[in-house]
């Protein structure tokens, strides 16, 4: 199966950036989407923003709108969450995810997950 690593993740001032990494352990991410999703206690999972590999289309979402890139490195088999601006609540746990073919909104249409990475965001 697929195996996902996550780096990244720590703490924050409000207004600084952090940037989540999340690399395919023995298995390129050809052919498969990526998601990140973040999910604060008691909370649903929310999806904040997703690449189609092969052709790097992006999506996002209004809440982190001008403020959270996705992007990836072929090269390395790397997705990337370019986290800018950041505010308090932006704080919860930040996971990637992969499915085959495109990217959806729902956490329950990804099969493979990372361990998750801490993003907590200071005032």
């Known amino acids: 199966q697929v195996q996902l690593v996550q780096s990244g993740g720590g703490l924050v001032q409000a207004g600084g950036s952090l940037r989540l990494s999340c690399a395919a352990s023995?298995?390129?991410?050809?052919?498969?989407?990526i998601g990140w999703f973040r999910q604060a206690p008691g909370k649903e999972r929310e999806f904040v923003g997703g690449i189609t590999y092969s052709g790097g289309i992006t999506y996002d979402v209004d809440s982190v709108k001008g403020r959270f890139t996705v992007s990836r490195d072929i090269a390395s088999n790397t997705v990337y969450l370019q986290m800018n601006r950041l505010k308090p609540e932006d704080t919860a746990i930040y996971y990637c995810?992969?499915?085959?073919?495109?990217?959806?909104?729902?956490?329950?249409?990804?099969?493979?997950w990372g361990q998750g990475t801490q993003v907590t965001v200071s005032s």
């Open positions: 023995r298995h390129t991410f050809t052919n498969y989407a």
């Open positions: 995810a992969a499915r085959s073919p495109l990217v959806v909104t729902r956490a329950e249409g990804y099969p493979y």
